[in-house]
């Protein structure tokens, strides 16, 4: 089977699409699918629940985590990451239902779900005797 | 893998040794995925102090507080472990794969001593907050100074 989701590149953003200057980071995603729907986690560690924006639009899927910074002006003796917004973006080639999409975010984790429209759902045909 | 009708000779060879490559960074990771930066020290920490405390913070999304474990030993040794729990995919098809899972552990050496008993740990939204109060003997300590 062929990758059903493409990742786009930062810049290819949607038109009109705002994004601050500063840190922007790509989260890792985990991305599932069986025969009713499409399953994609994405890390958003930091990011509050009312700080996300999940778009479908014109079958991309755009995930956007605003995360302000938490520290400032501190003296590190350490610093292996940074902490700034989540962006990443995909096409999506399945047909999926963009009424029924569901996303949640639970332990800086988030969870969308697509459900793929009814008619590309494997139907069972049931074979008659006579 | 791609075939090809103009695989070199070769080729099996070199998928095999490609295996082995991603079998030992999926060891050294520990936890699946077979992704190259998995091999670096997991998690990655922030660091950084002010006069009265030494404070650590780490990036756990999906993990809850009673998977993570933090030790002080020896005054100065910090040690996070836990273990992350792999996705439920059961008779799900795989598209993608880059979040790890499975146990970690790590350790660093703090600056200072700090009083063990008093560190402090909240995992909050995916993230990992430690304050580390430091040792009364490391703090620094404002002199008086006499006059006559």
């Not at chain 1, 493409?6 to 601050?20: A, F, N, S, V």
């Not at chain 1, 080639?93 to 969870?111: S, Y």
């Not at chain 2, 077979?34 to 404070?55: C, F, H, K, S």
């Amino acid at each position: 089977m062929t990758n059903e989701l493409t990742t786009k590149q930062p810049g290819q953003d949607l038109e009109g699409t705002h994004r601050e200057p500063g840190a922007t980071f790509t989260p890792r995603v985990d991305i599932l699918e069986n025969e009713n729907e499409l399953v994609l986690y994405a890390d958003l560690p930091g990011v509050m629940p009312e700080s996300v924006d999940v778009r479908f639009e014109n079958g991309e899927l755009v995930l956007h985590g605003h995360c302000a910074p938490r520290q400032n002006g501190v003296r590190y003796l350490r610093t292996e990451y940074g902490v700034g917004d989540f962006y990443r973006a995909f096409t999506i080639t399945a047909d999926v239902d963009p009424d029924k999409i569901a996303a949640e975010l639970k332990n800086g984790v988030l969870a969308v779900h697509l459900p793929k429209s009814e008619k590309v759902k494997p139907k069972k045909i049931e074979v008659r005797g006579q | 893998m791609v075939q090809s009708r103009w695989q070199p000779l070769f080729a099996g060879e070199f998928q095999r040794f490609h295996n082995e490559v991603n079998r030992l960074f999926h060891q050294l990771g520990g936890h699946g995925g077979g992704w190259p930066t998995l091999a670096r020290a997991y998690p990655a920490l922030n660091v950084w102090e002010d006069e009265n405390n030494i404070y650590a913070e780490a990036e756990l999304p999906g993990m809850t507080q009673d998977q993570v474990e933090i030790y002080v030993t020896e005054g100065n040794l910090f040690t996070l472990q836990g273990e992350r729990p792999p996705v439920e995919a059961a008779s799900m098809a795989w598209h993608r794969r880059e979040r790890g899972a499975g146990k970690f552990s790590r350790t660093v050496t703090l600056p200072t001593n700090v009083d063990a008993d008093k560190v402090e740990a909240r995992l909050e939204q995916g993230v990992l907050h430690v304050t580390l109060p430091k040792a009364a003997a490391a703090r620094p300590r404002k002199i008086a100074v006499k006059g006559e």
